[in-house]
């Protein structure tokens, strides 16, 4: 079965610092891959979607680069700020059964960005 | 405003008791989501809908049930038979690119 692996402990980084987080997946790789930010006792927010076919997707300071080969995704936040200290999840598409697709989620990597 | 909202956001049981959680979009998407969320693991898939009157298990079906009588609506039912329910339960709508919406969430206690 497809496993997720986000790096469980901590990231504390220094604000201006640009922090990379890590998501490695085991077995096939998806057509598409997903970034969220979560905040404490809030549903998950949508950040970005990197399809298999793209090296690279940027948002403001964001970016996403997905490696089917080494079947990783990494995530950038460039000059980070202390509002971005959060939980990210990572999340990729599995299967699709019924017309619809079926999401596994990594258990997220907890950033904090130190003032 | 746009969105998906879950009710109630706290929520408390005893033991023998079933539930129900509330989730309701205006965005008019077609497939729904209900996952659950524990401590150092990653969101799990109990039930999913693609459209009215039809849903499927996820991976952690049992001891929950869901309904979907309307496409605005998918509630879940946390049933006795869930022997470990406290869990923070987040609804989810897929957007038409694949990106998923989420609710607040709701956050089960079992007394």
């Avoid at chain 2, 049981?13 to 205006?26: A, D, F, H, I, P």
Wanted: charged content about 20%; glycine content about 8%; some cysteine.
């Amino acid at each position: 079965s497809q496993k997720i692996e986000q790096n469980s402990e901590a990231l504390n980084i220094q604000e201006g610092k640009t922090a990379t987080l890590t998501c490695n997946y085991t077995n096939y790789s998806p057509a598409y891959l997903q970034w969220y930010r979560q905040d404490p006792g809030r549903g998950p927010v949508f950040l970005l979607l990197i399809r298999e076919n793209e090296k690279e997707k940027r948002k403001e300071r964001l970016k996403v680069t997905f490696d089917t080969t080494l079947k990783q995704s990494l995530f950038h936040i460039t000059a980070s700020q202390p509002a971005d200290s959060a939980t990210y999840l990572c999340a990729l598409e599995w299967g699709f059964t019924s017309g619809t697709y079926k999401y596994i989620f990594g258990t997220g990597t907890r950033l904090k960005v130190l003032a | 405003d746009g969105g998906i909202t879950q009710s109630p956001k706290y929520l408390f049981r005893k033991e023998g008791q079933n539930v129900t959680l509330s989730c309701e979009q205006n965005l008019n998407h077609d497939a729904m989501y209900w996952y659950r969320q524990d401590p150092g693991q990653g969101l799990r898939l109990i039930y999913y809908s693609q459209i009215v009157n039809d849903f499927q298990k996820g991976d952690i079906a049992e001891g929950y049930s869901v309904s979907r009588e309307k496409k605005e609506s998918f509630p879940l039912t946390v049933t006795s038979a869930q022997k470990n329910p406290t869990a923070f339960y987040l609804c989810a709508t897929e957007g038409y690119t694949g990106e998923l919406f989420f609710g607040e969430g709701s956050r089960l206690t079992v007394l």
